[in-house]
């Protein structure tokens, strides 16, 4: 009867009947169900964020999300809502949750290469599992210490300090072509139209730092994949690092990659469109010539491509998960060591330079002067491994600086339960839910002074039991996540600790390093703010070091201007350099 009724009206006032209909159905889904229906309506957080999804990827697109989500979590607590179907966590016991207990990855990684999936995308749990099964035993820790692998970080950290020694100490072969930035459009040679402003010197000249670490990260994990012959050699051979810089403009459009993969033929620049088919055809040439190396030798070195390979698993399949790890393994490392570099070249930092440089010195000895020998101190990568300041030093490097600061959703898939304020919620199924590293590493609770880089912060300090010390670290450990959690954490970390270990030890052992004076105003210790900062509306005029060094507020970040220039010094007795 109410059915006939409605009919009725809407055949004979159709204008008034959809007005109405519009009405009831903006009240329901904006006002009645976000407020006072909706199982998230306990969970707190802003309102136009709990009744659109808009908001939110606004932010993203706009590089502003992880500090929106950081400035939430400061103001609403541990849980917010973040959409209609997305909430943000920032405690250790979601992290345990979401990420140990295995959600399932969301849309957000429906990205693939070569037409397939790989472990990255992959979110089918057990699809996932079984993946990760086969390329695990190829970077556990103990595989990273093997001889074979040994032997692939020793050679490119050698070559890498050699570089170092030719381009800026002794400024054999100056580092100019960088200079010139012709694709950075942030760097300072484009923007003044040369690479004239670096002048020349006898010694110790300016080097781009961000673009030969990425280089480094580019040849190890090229050589863990497909085999040491079958590696790239963009350390020896600059001219061929323009496929990182390809790199950098496709991961520009992570946003839409991540959210709208169906706009990113409207967004993508022709530039950016010729680096993906630069990219493409570079991989498809690099992984075509070790394929067929591996196929046709009897034993080959191992590698990801072999193991895949003896799997069965074949062409487009194999290509997908090599190409996501060369992108996934180096362009994180090369951040990572470009903040090393930076750290340790600050003014407000020397007293940390010198006491990482003097354990080194402790352990092995007075560096060798000269061009005599560039190979890392002793033939043990373990040694290295435990070396107590240095590992402060990088836990701080990956917590100040985590390579990926952006939150890593998943789907709650089961029974979920929440509390928030006195009420529990139980979270619907298929709620996007996630942690933010940015967040969790600065947790004022947990890390004080959070924006502060302290690697003492790590140690045993004055006046501090030692039981009260290993609460506080227990502590601190459970809210790091550089490299996730669980059983989608990152593949490549014990290659990547371990690669960076090794290289800020020789560097740091051998060499001293100051910011390159003619790249950009240097802030001196008492001007210094003291903190990082993430997202482009802190980057002022971009004249200072802090300016050009904050980070990207991206899933993945890097520095803001995409390079970083240094001089490299030969270590001087009680620290002469600087
Ligand atoms: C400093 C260096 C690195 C950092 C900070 C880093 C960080 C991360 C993080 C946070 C994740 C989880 C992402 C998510 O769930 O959204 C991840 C996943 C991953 N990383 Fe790394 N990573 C680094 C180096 C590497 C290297 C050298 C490789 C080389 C193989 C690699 C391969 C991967 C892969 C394949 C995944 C996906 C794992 C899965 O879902 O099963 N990463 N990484």
New binding site residues.
């Given amino acids: 009867m109410l059915v006939q009724n409605l009919l009725n009206y809407a055949l004979e006032y159709p204008l008034q009947f959809l007005g109405i209909l519009t009405a009831c159905l903006v009240t329901y889904f904006y006002l009645l169900y976000p407020f006072f229906l909706s199982p998230l309506r306990h969970i707190p957080g802003p309102a136009l964020y709990r009744v659109s999804y808009l908001p939110i990827l606004h932010k993203a697109r706009t590089e502003l999300r992880n500090e929106l989500l950081h400035n939430l979590h400061k103001q609403y607590g541990p849980i917010v809502v973040i959409s209609p179907s997305e909430l943000s966590f920032n405690d250790h016991k979601y992290l345990k949750d979401i ?1 140990i207990r295995n959600f399932p ?1 969301s849309h ?2 429906n990205f693939g290469n070569f037409g397939q999936t ?3 995308s ?1 979110k089918d749990n057990v699809a ?1 599992i079984e ?2 099964k086969r ?1 695990n035993p190829l ?1 556990t820790k103990s595989y990273v210490f093997s001889q074979e692998s040994q032997t692939i970080l020793y050679e490119k950290v050698t070559k890498l300090t050699e570089d170092i020694y030719r381009t800026s100490i002794t400024a054999e072969t100056p580092d100019y072509t960088s200079a010139a930035s012709p694709f950075n459009k942030l760097g300072k040679g484009y923007i003044l139209g040369s690479g004239n402003w670096l002048q020349p010197k006898a010694r110790n000249l300016g080097m781009e730092m961000y673009g030969t670490f990425s280089a480094l ?1 580019m040849d ?2 090229t050589s ?2 497909l085999g040491p012959n079958c590696s790239t050699d963009f350390l020896s051979n600059k001219q061929d690092r323009q496929i990182v810089e390809a790199h950098r403009q496709q991961s520009s459009m992570w946003f839409y990659v991540t959210s709208i993969p169906s706009l990113w033929n409207i967004a993508a620049s022709p530039a950016i469109k010729n680096a993906s088919v630069a990219i493409k055809q570079w991989q498809y040439n690099l992984f075509r010539k070790a394929e067929t190396m591996v196929l046709s030798e009897k034993s080959s070195p191992p590698s ?1 491509l072999k193991t895949l390979l003896d799997f069965g698993l074949a062409g487009n399949d194999v290509y997908s ?1 090599l190409a ?3 992108f ?3 362009e ?2 090369g ?2 060591l470009s903040y090393v570099a930076w750290e340790l070249s600050r003014p407000v930092n020397l007293e940390i330079k010198a006491r990482l440089h003097q354990e080194m010195v402790d352990v092995f000895g007075e560096p060798p002067k000269g061009d005599s020998s560039f190979s890392p101190p002793l033939d043990s990568l373990e040694v290295i491994d435990q070396l107590p300041y240095l590992e402060a030093f990088m836990q701080e490097i ?1 917590r100040v600086h ?3 600061p952006g939150s ?2 998943r789907l709650v898939d089961r029974k979920y339960v929440a509390h928030v304020g006195g009420f529990e919620v139980e979270i619907p199924r298929q709620t996007i839910v996630s942690v933010q ?1 940015w967040s969790m590493h600065r947790n004022s609770e947990v890390f004080a002074q959070p924006d502060k880089f302290m690697p003492e912060r790590w140690l045993n300090q004055a006046g501090e039991t030692l039981e009260a010390y290993k609460t506080r670290l227990h502590l601190q450990k459970k809210f790091m ?4 959690q669980g ?7 014990n ?3 371990l ?2 270990k090794l290289c800020v030890a020789n560097l740091y052992w051998r060499f001293d390093s100051k910011i390159c004076g003619d790249w950009c105003e240097v802030v001196s210790r008492e001007n210094s703010k003291g903190e990082a900062l993430m997202g482009v509306k802190h980057c002022g005029d971009l004249m200072t070091d802090e300016e050009k060094m904050i980070m990207v507020d991206a ?1 993945t970040s890097r520095p803001l201007v995409d390079e970083l220039w240094i001089e490299w010094y030969e270590w001087e007795k009680a620290g002469g350099n600087s």
């Fill in positions: 990420y990855k957000f990684y790989n472990a990255f992959m996932h993946r990760r390329m970077y990260a190890v994990v863990f994949e990801t998960e996501d790890h060369i996934a393994g180096h994180t490392t951040i990572s990956l985590a390579a990926i890593e959703p590293p996540c550089p490299f996730g059983p989608k954490m990152c593949l490549g970390m290659i990547a600790v690669e960076m899933y």
